[in-house]
């Protein structure tokens, strides 16, 4: 069956601080993969996509980069954290290629930037 | 950006009352997907509706789809304590980049024995 895993759950990082968030998927090949956040109290907000190893689209203009090194693993970063990166990240991943199937979301990663 | 958005924000009911929450879109869609989140937790799916599609159950779940309106509602009878957490509707977008799946901001349920 397939699994995915976010790491770290949560983490507390000072402003201008660097971040890495990592998300694996286990039981499936070349999934699209996605980064979420949810602000508090809000909804989603897609954040990067990719539909293979390599190929990153971003939705939002940020300070925020995501990689996809590896066919199973989706990295989000930043070199620099502000305070308004706080937010609930959330992994998710889906493997029809007609992209109309459900998302599998990972528990999340929770970022206080202080 | 958000498509979906679900109403009302917040909804009390009791345990055995049936809760319905609403969602409304702006685009065409393929399929629109109700998901449920737990306090701190991921989403996880609940049920996919097609856009040829009028109604769907699924177990304690029915949904609605009326595409000339735009909205969709989902239906939890019979309510428990446990069905207590937050409920999105999700439609598909096309993007340059590729399909993504696009978010309203909730509707969060509490549920009281």
């Known amino acids: 069956s397939q699994t995915i895993h976010q790491w770290p759950a949560t983490l507390v990082q000072p402003v201008g601080s660097p971040l890495s968030l990592e998300c694996t998927v286990e039981g499936t090949s070349n999934p699209n993969l996605y980064w979420y956040r949810q602000a508090a109290g809000r909804g989603l907000q897609l954040l990067f996509y990719s539909v293979g190893i390599g190929q990153i689209s971003s939705e939002v203009p940020q300070n925020l980069s995501a990689s996809r090194p590896q066919d199973r693993q989706f990295i989000l970063s930043s070199k620099k954290l502000l305070l308004s990166d706080s937010g609930f990240y959330l992994c998710?991943?889906?493997?029809?290629?007609?992209?109309?199937?459900?998302?599998?979301f990972g528990e999340g990663s929770r970022l206080t930037v202080l | 950006s958000q498509q979906g958005e679900e109403d009302p924000q917040a909804l009390s009911i009791q345990e055995g009352e049936n809760a319905t929450m609403n969602c409304s879109y702006k685009?065409?869609?393929?399929?629109l997907q109700w998901y449920r989140q737990n306090s701190g937790r991921g989403l996880v799916h609940l049920i996919l509706?097609?856009?040829?599609?009028r109604e769907k159950h699924s177990g304690r779940l029915r949904v609605t789809l009326d595409t000339s309106k735009k909205s969709s509602s989902l239906l939890i009878t019979a309510s428990r304590a446990a069905d207590t957490a937050s409920y999105f509707c999700?439609?598909?977008?096309?993007?340059?980049?590729?399909?993504?799946?696009?978010f309203g901001k909730g509707t969060s349920l509490l549920v009281t024995p």
């Open positions: 509706i097609r856009s040829n599609e």
């Open positions: 998710a991943w889906r493997g029809d290629s007609t992209y109309t199937g459900e998302l599998f």
């Open positions: 999700a439609t598909d977008a096309h993007s340059n980049s590729g399909y993504a799946l696009n």
């Open positions: 685009t065409s869609i393929n399929n």
